[in-house]
């Protein structure tokens, strides 16, 4: 098991670590967001298209549920929150086993869907601009990572 916890201090920072680990990325990742909201989801999955060198702005697919960007890869970027209670009428795991990458915020609404082989982000509000954030796997592939955080 992997857990690396560190401190962001500004959005800036946070665009930076999605930027970091968004360059290792590869074909099939699945990255799971965690925190409040404000945390800074998606600002960090920002970050992952810059490395992705995405285009198009990437902002919130909370109404949309999920918007896909074209990039180097694939991003298939999910917002599971407005379906808490609603059941899995959206067949959302057909995008897990993709040659993108799956950002998926509030993911903590469809773990019972989520394949064991992802890397685990939780994000919490310690200030106005600060953040911790906590980075867990335990799968081989994304343990590659450790040494880039």
Same mark, same amino acid.
């Given at each position: 098991?992997? #857990?690396?916890? $560190? *401190?962001? #201090? %500004?959005? &800036? /920072?946070?665009? =930076?670590?999605?930027?970091?680990?968004?360059k290792k990325l590869f074909p099939g990742a699945i990255i799971t967001l965690n925190g409040d909201l404000g945390a800074g989801k998606t600002t960090f999955t920002k970050g992952i298209g810059q490395a992705l060198n995405i285009? =198009?702005? @990437?902002? %919130?697919?909370?109404?949309?549920?999920? #918007?896909?960007? *074209?990039?180097?890869?694939?991003?298939?970027?999910? !917002? =599971?929150?407005? $379906?808490?209670?609603?059941?899995? !009428?959206?067949?959302? /795991?057909?995008?897990?086993? *993709?040659?993108?990458?799956?950002?998926?915020?509030? =993911? &903590? @609404?469809?773990?019972?869907? $989520?394949? /064991? /082989?992802?890397? !685990?982000?939780?994000? %919490? @509000?310690?200030?106005?601009?600060?953040? *911790?954030? +906590? +980075? &867990?796997?335990?799968?081989?592939?994304?343990? #590659?990572? &450790?040494? @880039? $955080?």
């Amino acid at each position: 098991m992997m #857990k690396k916890i $560190l *401190q962001i #201090k %500004s959005p &800036e /920072e946070m665009i =930076a670590l999605g930027q970091t680990i968004g360059k290792k990325l590869f074909p099939g990742a699945i990255i799971t967001l965690n925190g409040d909201l404000g945390a800074g989801k998606t600002t960090f999955t920002k970050g992952i298209g810059q490395a992705l060198n995405i285009k =198009a702005v @990437i902002n %919130s697919p909370t109404f949309t549920i999920m #918007k896909v960007y *074209q990039g180097d890869l694939t991003l298939f970027h999910i !917002d =599971a929150y407005r $379906l808490d209670g609603v059941g899995s !009428d959206f067949d959302l /795991e057909e995008y897990f086993y *993709q040659d993108g990458i799956c950002v998926i915020e509030w =993911a &903590e @609404i469809i773990t019972d869907i $989520l394949p /064991e /082989e992802r890397l !685990d982000i939780t994000i %919490s @509000i310690t200030g106005e601009s600060t953040r *911790q954030v +906590i +980075i &867990e796997t335990n799968n081989q592939e994304y343990q #590659k990572l &450790e040494g @880039i $955080l």
